[in-house]
């Protein structure tokens, strides 16, 4: 007699059931070998870390910019934090010169601890980009509990506006290895594969930093246009296997329009070429960033 689809259905199923017993007898005694004691917070935490998502945001600016790192730190911090998701936005530079910063960049330390100096000296393309992603292992390897310690590192510029939403948006479904990911050049093209991505903010992941530091290519050739130079590593590394444009969620503001500009819209990942305050109030007032004002007698803002 030939079994019925009901028969056959009954068959899968009992299966399905035996495998998912003894999926769970093998967990089970997975979890009974797993080193005790199995119910401190560190432990029952790391694996929920583990799935979680780390982004490091490394704006490159200049000790001297207190005014704009001080609007920067505005408008991350009152930006709702995407649920399960660490993001930490510091403020890189190099070499501290001057008398007046040693005082003021360190009060700014012990108020926000969001600055990360490097061993280099001020400058735009002579290599301050390989200072920053090889010193980043050595500077990350005590911190404790997770490993990475990052699992994306982003290099922005501080005339760059980042909503971390979009962004935790768009990177959820990305690999977490061997992925470069941002803006493509030139700004007509929408091939990852063929340049590189632009300087207003570009992203890799853990294992590319990495090789950032161990690689004697990066170091070969460390001057030049940061995020060409950054594009030619990648290149001659055979490195960013996984790559995302993320044109055009992310784009120049709309003025002066040029090929890289785009008009203000909602599904916007980040605003680059923020030159002045007025464009910055536009770009700010466009995503509605003080919805959350909390109604108070002791003020009235019209
Ligand atoms: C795990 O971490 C979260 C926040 O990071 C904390 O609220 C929670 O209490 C921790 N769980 C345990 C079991 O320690
Ligand atoms: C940066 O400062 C540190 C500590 O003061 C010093 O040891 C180092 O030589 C300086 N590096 C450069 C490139 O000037
Ligand atoms: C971290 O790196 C420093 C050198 O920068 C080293 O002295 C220290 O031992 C390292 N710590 C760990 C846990 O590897
Ligand atoms: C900002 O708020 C206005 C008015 O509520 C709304 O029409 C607009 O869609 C919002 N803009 C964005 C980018 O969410």
Wanted: one cysteine or more; charged letters at 20%.
């Amino acid at each position: 007699m030939k079994p019925s689809n009901t028969d056959k259905a009954r068959f899968f199923l009992s299966c399905f059931l035996i495998l998912i017993f003894l999926y769970m007898l093998a967990s089970n005694q997975l979890q009974d070998t797993l080193p005790s004691p199995t119910t401190s917070p560190q432990q029952t935490n790391s694996s929920s870390s583990d799935s979680n998502l780390r982004i490091l945001i490394g704006i490159l600016t200049l000790p001297d910019q207190h005014l704009r790192r001080h609007l920067l730190r505005l408008v991350y911090s009152t930006q709702p934090q995407p649920p399960s998701v660490k993001i930490d936005v510091k403020f890189v530079f190099c070499n501290l010169t001057k008398e007046d910063q040693k005082i003021l960049v360190a009060l700014e330390i012990m108020l926000y601890d969001d600055i990360i100096i490097l061993n280099c000296e001020e400058n735009m393309n002579k290599g301050k980009t390989l200072t920053y992603f090889s010193s980043l292992p050595e500077l990350l390897n005590e911190t404790v509990g997770s490993d990475p310690p990052y699992h994306y590192v982003m290099k922005a510029d501080d005339d760059t506006y980042l909503r971390l939403n979009s962004l935790v948006e768009s990177l959820k479904a990305l690999p977490r290895e061997d992925l470069y990911y941002g803006y493509v050049i030139p700004c007509s093209s929408m091939d990852p594969f063929v340049r590189y991505m632009s300087g207003m903010g570009y992203l890799v992941s853990w294992d590319i930093v990495q090789w950032i530091r161990d690689s004697e290519i990066p170091r070969k050739q460390s001057e030049g246009p940061e995020d060409k130079v950054f594009g030619e590593w990648m290149r001659e590394g055979g490195k960013g296997k996984n790559r995302y444009n993320a044109k055009w969620g992310m784009y120049n503001f709309p003025e002066p329009p040029t090929k890289c500009s785009h008009e203000l819209w909602p599904d916007t990942i980040a605003v680059h070429l923020l030159k002045n305050q007025e464009k910055w109030i536009r770009t700010l007032q466009y995503f509605n960033v003080t919805t959350g004002l909390k109604p108070s007698k002791l003020y009235h803002i019209p």
